[in-house]
C-alpha cells in the first residue's frame, strides 16, 4: 500500500495513470498457473492510500480469487471503507472487466461514479464508472425492511 501525500496536487490523468501502474506491477505477481492470464488491480481509497491485489488461482479451478477482490480486502484490512477510484489490467486485446461478483463487491465500497480504469498491456485505456459497469447495483437500500 502506498499514500500520495499531494493527491490535490495532481491531474485526474495522473492518477489514473499511477493507478495502472500499480495494477501492471502487481499484475506481475498473480498466481495463475491454470489459465495464465494475470490481473492486476490497484485501488486508490478515499484517505488516498493505494492498495493493490492480482489474481490467485487455485487447482480446484474457479476456486481462486479475483484481482480485484484481492486489492478490495487489502483496502479493508488497511482500515480503509471506500474507494475513490479503481484500475484493472491484463494482458488481453481489449481493456479487462472486472467479473460480475467483482463488479457487485466494488460497488459495495464505492459511489456509482466513481472512475475505473480498464487496460491492457500494449497501453489501450478504457475510462468507465462503477454505475456503469454495474447498473441497478444491488446494494443496501433493497434491505431496508430488514
Known sequence: MR???HQSDRTQTEV??????DARAVRENAYAPYSKFKVGAAIRSA???IYTGCNVENV??????CAEAGAIAAMIAGGDTRIAEVAVIADSPKP???CGGCRQKI????????AVTLATMDGIV????VADLLPGSFDADYMSRV
Not at 478504457?126 to 464508472?129: D, I, L, M, R
Open 3 to 5: 499514500r500520495w501525500p
Open 16 to 21: 489514473s495513470m499511477s493507478l495502472i501502474d
Open 47 to 49: 484517505s488516498g492510500t
Open 60 to 65: 480446484a479451478y474457479p476456486e481462486g480469487t
Open 96 to 98: 479487462v472487466s472486472p
Open 107 to 114: 460497488a459495495e465500497f464505492a459511489d456509482g461514479d466513481v
Open 126 to 129: 478504457q475510462h468507465t464508472t
